[in-house]
């Protein structure tokens, strides 16, 4: 399949990543002062996360959902509304009192996965080479571009280990996120148990989540997702997956975006992690519809998009691996 010929329209909100991304971040006010790997892997063993919790015991629920499949968007160490998704989505799969928060027999089922959650990494070559450089603003100062890459290492270390900025750098402090043979404290989220074989897709937009499910209903996997806006509804119904089509370019029509500049023209953006749709394209039946990711995961769950299902762009590649052609995917209230 491939996307460069699709119209795709009905999309993330314009790309805005910052530009200030291109620089480290510091750790936000939000965050505790001090997250050792000590603190965070024996965490929450006798005191449960409750809700308007941050910090040691958040991190470690964080990390061990995401593990399990039950993701709760970008790690942040802070409690919020994906978070309280993944919680729910876990225990729905478990057989627990579906709830939202983290009581003991929740935490009982997921203390069950006892590998540490943070580890340590070294930076290689590789992992500073690059090219980083600032986005611009705009559709049209990005399509002059020709790769739509991350902004600085520290983002694609955020990417690949599924946390925020001001996470890593609160977990290592005085570190050099572009020097090569620099050791990282991050957090480990590989999965604990392989993905179950998945039989559909569930879109829910009353619960802005993506469900995976297997050949007998139940749940295997669930991820936060914008889905749709007032402008912009999400087609209810059931749809198949067509394909994929990974690192798509971007062809941005702005006849097509109810808010886009009216000095806008048409234009092609390159691929990237940075692209709007991110690093994977999940087409389905209904056209100009998809399942795709973002250069924004922050946001995932808790803004609107164009119509389309927006995801982190780890969360669009790992649902990717699990569908295949036919599929049914229902998209519902």
Same mark, same amino acid.
């Given at each position: 399949m491939k996307i460069a010929r699709t119209t795709i329209w009905l999309l993330a909100s314009a790309l805005a990543t910052a530009t200030a991304m291109a620089q480290a971040p510091t750790a936000s006010s939000a965050l505790p002062e001090v997250l050792t790997p000590g603190l965070v892997n024996d965490a929450g063993l006798t005191v449960p996360v409750k809700a308007g919790d941050k910090g040691a015991a958040v991190l470690?629920?964080?990390?061990?959902?995401?593990?399990? @499949?039950?993701?709760?968007?970008?790690?942040?160490?802070?409690?919020?509304?994906?978070? @309280?998704?993944?919680?729910?989505?876990? =225990?729905?799969?478990? /057989?627990?009192? +579906?709830?939202?928060?983290?009581?003991?027999? #929740?935490?009982?089922?997921?203390?069950?996965?006892?590998?540490?959650?943070?580890?340590?990494? #070294?930076?290689?070559? &590789?992992?500073?080479?690059?090219?980083?450089?600032?986005?611009?603003?705009?559709?049209?100062? =990005?399509? *002059?571009?020709?790769?739509? /890459?991350?902004?600085?290492?520290?983002?694609?270390?955020?990417?690949?280990? @599924?946390?925020?900025? &001001? %996470? %890593?750098?609160?977990?290592?402090?005085? *570190?050099?996120?572009?020097?090569?043979?620099? =050791?990282?404290?991050?957090?480990?989220?590989?999965?604990? #148990?392989?993905?179950?074989? +998945? &039989? *559909?897709?569930?879109?829910? *937009?009353?619960?802005?989540?993506?469900?995976?499910?297997?050949?007998? /209903?139940?749940?295997?996997?669930?991820?936060?997702?914008? #889905? /749709?806006?007032? @402008?912009?509804?999400?087609?209810l119904g059931n749809w198949k997956i067509k394909g994929v089509g990974r690192h798509p370019v971007f062809r941005y029509n702005p006849r097509l975006f109810w808010d886009a500049d009216a000095r806008d023209t048409k234009a092609t953006l390159a691929a990237g992690p940075n692209n709007p749709v991110g690093v994977v394209w999940v087409d389905i039946s209904k056209e100009h519809y998809g399942i795709h990711g973002t250069p924004e995961p922050s946001k995932i769950g808790k803004t609107q998009s164009h119509g389309c299902i927006r995801m982190t762009n780890w969360s669009a590649q790992e649902v990717s691996e699990a569908v295949k052609p036919g599929m049914v995917v229902t998209l519902q209230e």
């Open positions: 470690r629920a964080q990390i061990l959902l995401e593990r399990a @499949h039950f993701s709760p968007g970008e790690i942040d160490a802070i409690d919020g509304s994906n978070l @309280h998704r993944a919680i729910a989505g876990f =225990q729905a799969s478990r /057989g627990l009192e +579906v709830s939202g928060s983290m009581d003991a027999p #929740t935490w009982a089922a997921l203390d069950s996965d006892r590998a540490p959650v943070l580890v340590s990494v #070294t930076l290689s070559a &590789a992992d500073v080479a690059g090219p980083f450089r600032p986005l611009p603003s705009g559709m049209l100062a =990005q399509a *002059k571009l020709d790769a739509l /890459g991350y902004a600085s290492p520290i983002e694609a270390l955020g990417e690949r280990f @599924h946390a925020s900025p &001001a %996470l %890593l750098s609160l977990l290592n402090p005085d *570190k050099d996120f572009a020097r090569a043979g620099e =050791q990282l404290v991050v957090p480990d989220v590989r999965p604990g #148990t392989p993905m179950p074989p +998945v &039989a *559909k897709v569930v879109v829910d *937009k009353s619960d802005s989540t993506v469900s995976l499910l297997d050949e007998a /209903g139940k749940v295997v996997a669930q991820y936060p997702a914008s #889905t /749709g806006s007032e @402008h912009d509804p999400l087609p």
